[in-house]
């Protein structure tokens, strides 16, 4: 059985992708992996609470927003560095889908909406990897309190109607039981997949430029993580 822990980072006028990825924990890895999450944890806030305050944020840590304001960028950096480890140390899969939203909704006179359309595409890909090694798994998601009952709704029909609607469609038969959807403060491996969609979502777009020193240091801890995972990337347009 193989827990998947995913999450998404949004579209804006800026940035026409939307990337939804997960981590495809096998349950017998979970303590190890943990216990090495915990010990970031413990360096960095010198607590192993788990709360809003010692919450592992990718967009926060990077720029320096709520609890990492005024920290200084090269400990802040450490953060992503050592959960890529962790990641790289278990050989961690980890699944991405991205989509250019802007030519999404050219293409289509009634376009889907990106995180349902994103959600259906990594669903896809996660039910191929685990047919792939003769596995279930079950879904994991950082909660979006305007996206979680669709979604949910969405899972039970593909797996009432025996697949995916868009042609050719799969079936998702070995993803079980239903999405489960917690507050990302609440869970170490959520923010886990929040810090490598993160680091996904700003290198893994076309003609991705670094003009300042502190991201090509996090672009380069991008590189090195992606090196001891197994990542998987596909695109919508």
Same mark, same amino acid.
């Given at each position: 059985?193989?827990?998947?822990?995913?999450?998404?980072?949004?579209?804006?006028?800026?940035?026409?992708?939307?990337?939804?990825?997960?981590?495809?924990?096998?349950?017998?890895?979970?303590?190890?992996?943990?216990?090495?999450?915990?010990?970031?944890?413990? =360096?960095?806030?010198?607590?192993?609470?788990?709360?809003?305050?010692?919450?592992?944020?990718?967009?926060?840590?990077?720029?320096?927003?709520?609890? !990492?304001?005024?920290?200084?960028?090269?400990?802040?950096?450490? #953060?992503? =560095? =050592?959960?890529?480890?962790?990641?790289?140390?278990?050989?961690?899969?980890?699944?991405?889908?991205? #989509?250019?939203?802007?030519?999404?909704?050219?293409?289509?006179?009634?376009?889907?909406?990106? !995180?349902?359309?994103?959600?259906?595409?990594?669903?896809?890909?996660?039910? $191929?990897?685990?047919?792939?090694?003769?596995?279930?798994?079950?879904?994991?998601?950082?909660?979006?309190?305007?996206?979680?009952?669709? $979604? #949910?709704? $969405?899972?039970?029909?593909?797996?009432?109607?025996?697949?995916?609607?868009?042609?050719?469609?799969?079936?998702?038969?070995?993803?079980?039981?239903? #999405?489960?959807?917690?507050?990302?403060?609440?869970?170490?491996?959520?923010?886990?997949?929040?810090?490598?969609?993160?680091?996904?979502?700003? !290198?893994?777009?076309?003609?991705?430029?670094?003009?300042?020193?502190?991201?090509?240091?996090?672009?380069?801890?991008?590189?090195?993580?992606?090196?001891?995972?197994?990542?998987?990337?596909?695109?919508?347009?």
């Amino acid at each position: 059985m193989k827990l998947i822990y995913f999450d998404e980072s949004k579209s804006d006028d800026m940035n026409p992708f939307f990337f939804i990825g997960g981590i495809l924990i096998d349950k017998d890895s979970l303590t190890s992996i943990e216990n090495n999450l915990i010990r970031v944890q413990r =360096e960095y806030f010198s607590t192993n609470e788990l709360s809003q305050k010692t919450e592992f944020h990718g967009q926060d840590i990077f720029q320096g927003c709520s609890q !990492y304001r005024r920290q200084d960028i090269p400990k802040r950096l450490k #953060i992503f =560095e =050592e959960i890529g480890k962790i990641a790289g140390s278990a050989k961690i899969p980890f699944i991405l889908t991205r #989509i250019n939203v802007h030519k999404h909704r050219l293409q289509y006179r009634q376009p889907v909406n990106e !995180y349902a359309l994103g959600l259906m595409l990594i669903m896809e890909r996660f039910s $191929a990897f685990l047919e792939n090694e003769k596995k279930n798994g079950l879904l994991i998601g950082d909660e979006e309190q305007t996206e979680n009952t669709k $979604a #949910i709704l $969405a899972f039970n029909n593909y797996k009432i109607s025996g697949g995916t609607p868009f042609l050719p469609g799969r079936s998702i038969a070995p993803l079980k039981d239903t #999405i489960y959807f917690s507050k990302s403060h609440f869970s170490r491996f959520i923010q886990m997949a929040d810090l490598l969609v993160y680091m996904a979502s700003r !290198y893994e777009k076309p003609e991705t430029k670094c003009t300042k020193w502190h991201d090509q240091q996090l672009k380069d801890i991008w590189e090195n993580t992606k090196k001891g995972i197994d990542f998987k990337l596909n695109t919508w347009l």
